[in-house]
């Protein structure tokens, strides 16, 4: 294992609300960015504080199934633009070369590729492109069930910066067989799509630590397969508990894993990282406490 990797960010979400920012669903971390943006600051400090090297824009929120529709296509781009503008000018201020990820969300609800419009997807995707684009170094089009979606947001960005795509995977208590995206697509399979549309990494996130380790073996194998070279390769879990799908996904806040704090995640991580994964950080409950203890490892590694 090398200690020559990039380290992420962890989730905005509960970082807010620990913070004391206005915070409630179906907004989520987007009420901090509408209401209160120096909250949204603050969060980005900790993790540059923690030792991340990209900070990723607080746009996870800024979609119509979480602000409301009227307000999406009001304030849509010029929300996302804050959020750029925010997380660039916490990166700029470390003067530690801090890159920004764009990031790019589900647009129809986290965990439900059914529900993905192919229509009306496209105009959604171009207003937050529109707004962060002036800000960010990469994009990070994260937390996708399907190749559907994630290749179409793919598209949508072009070439002109690297693109990171990220994947959620089926995660259910008791499942068993080879890895697979929430849409039932093999790893294998979604990978080497992802790659053949011009990725530049792929990742998996917003899953339990216990569902990465077969993932990223798939994606290394993928990759290899490929031939394509600097190909990254990564992982950012959660520190939910097992969720069964809803139709209410956002009727509360979900309850967090008591057996995830910075040590044991720690571990995780240096597993995905046994594994081949070059990409780590921390989604949805994961925090700068967490992200600051792979810093230390990292920091100690010979």
Not at 105 to 115: A, G, I, Q, W
């Amino acid at each position: 294992m090398s200690a020559a990797f990039t380290l992420l960010d962890g989730g905005m979400g509960r970082l807010l609300q620990q913070l004391g920012a206005p915070f409630r669903l179906p907004e989520w971390s987007a009420l901090s960015l509408i209401e209160a943006p120096d909250y949204v600051r603050a969060a980005h400090r900790s993790y540059a504080d923690a030792g991340a090297d990209i900070l990723t824009t607080n746009s996870y929120g800024l979609v119509p199934h979480m602000i409301g529709e009227a307000r999406f296509w009001r304030e849509g781009r010029a929300l996302a633009d804050r959020a750029g503008a925010i997380a660039r000018e916490v990166a700029d201020e470390t003067g530690r070369g801090l890159r920004v990820a764009g990031s790019l969300p589900p647009l129809f609800e986290s965990y439900r590729p059914e529900l993905y419009d192919a229509v009306a997807a496209g105009p959604r995707v171009r207003e937050l492109i529109a707004g962060l684009s002036p800000h960010v170094d990469l994009w990070l089009i994260e937390t996708q069930s399907s190749t559907r979606e994630a290749l179409a947001a793919l598209a949508a960005v072009g070439r002109g910066k690297p693109v990171f795509v990220s994947y959620t995977l089926r995660d259910e208590d008791g499942r068993r067989g080879p890895p697979e995206l929430r849409s039932g697509e093999p790893v294998g399979e979604a990978v080497a799509a992802t790659l053949t549309a011009g990725a530049d990494g792929v990742l998996f996130n917003c899953s339990q630590p216990e569902a990465m380790d077969e993932a990223v073996a798939a994606a290394r194998a993928a990759i290899d397969r490929s031939g394509r070279q600097g190909v990254r390769l990564g992982v950012y879990a959660n520190a939910f508990l097992p969720e069964p799908p809803s139709d209410e996904p956002y009727a509360g806040i979900s309850t967090l894993r008591e057996d995830l704090g910075p040590e044991p995640y720690l571990r995780w991580v240096r597993r995905w990282m046994d594994a081949g994964a070059d990409v780590v950080g921390g989604c949805c409950g994961i925090g700068p406490e967490h992200i600051a203890a792979i810093a230390r490892f990292r920091n100690e590694a010979p």
